[in-house]
């Protein structure tokens, strides 16, 4: 059975440290892997997917997460946190050929603290 | 712009009362699917359409009706809402495993 596990609800950091949310997945299948964010108040908007190139994926606003299939883990990271990244963060597995659907972890809610 | 757009944003509702949500995408997306999304549990799938007139039930389906007579339009429809369908809903296309996320309806059933 596919899954997605974030490894902590809630993360909290201060302005300017390093950002680290964690996700296991279990798939039977090489993945595909997203993660997305979600702003209060908003819709849900892709940072970064991994569909089986690159091991180490760039996303937008200075993430990127890394695939570790001997670890069957896809955690997302920042160097240096910014107010603006105060959001819930989503890990998604997707599950292709006759499904097409996607598989959404708990989610984890970052804070950034001045 | 491409988007998909989703009315109501909020609704106040109560038990019974059919209400439907309406979803357009204008990205000739052939997938749409329906989410509702729960604190604690992430978004869960309620219904999918891989295309015209082909929809299927995703992983909470019960309470909840779709059609697909259009490409563009996925309406949800709540035949006899329940404080338990109170909720946040969105609605998302797809092409490629990238899923394209509408803004979401806040449902309150009382």
């Known amino acids: 059975a596919q899954s997605v596990t974030q490894l902590d609800s809630h993360v909290s950091v201060s302005e300017g440290t390093p950002v680290l949310l964690r996700c296991n997945y279990s798939?039977?299948?090489?993945?595909?892997l997203f993660w997305y964010v979600q702003h209060p108040n908003k819709g849900l908007q892709l940072l970064l997917k991994?569909?089986?190139?690159?091991?180490l994926v760039k996303g937008i606003n200075g993430f990127e997460a890394e695939f570790k299939k001997s670890e069957t883990s896809f955690h997302l990271t920042k160097p240096s946190a910014h107010m603006s990244d105060a959001a819930e963060y989503f890990c998604v597995v997707h599950l292709s050929g006759g499904y097409n659907k996607l598989i959404f972890g708990a989610g984890t809610r970052l804070a950034v603290h001045p | 712009e491409a988007q998909v757009t989703q009315n109501p944003r909020y609704l106040i509702t109560v038990t019974g009362k059919k209400l439907t949500v309406t979803c357009s995408q204008n990205?000739?997306?052939?997938?749409m699917s329906w989410y509702r999304q729960d604190p604690g549990l992430g978004l869960r799938q309620i219904y999918y359409?891989?295309?015209?007139?082909?929809?299927d039930k995703g992983d909470v389906p019960e309470g909840y009706k779709v059609s697909r007579k259009e490409k563009r339009n996925f309406p949800l429809i709540l035949e006899s809402p329940s404080p338990n369908q109170t909720s946040l809903y969105f609605c998302a296309s797809s092409l490629g495993g990238t899923q394209y996320f509408g803004p979401g309806t806040r449902l309150l059933v009382l």
């Open positions: 798939s039977s299948y090489s993945p595909s």
């Open positions: 990205m000739n997306h052939e997938y």
């Open positions: 359409s891989m295309n015209v007139e082909v929809t």
């Open positions: 991994y569909t089986s190139a690159a091991t």
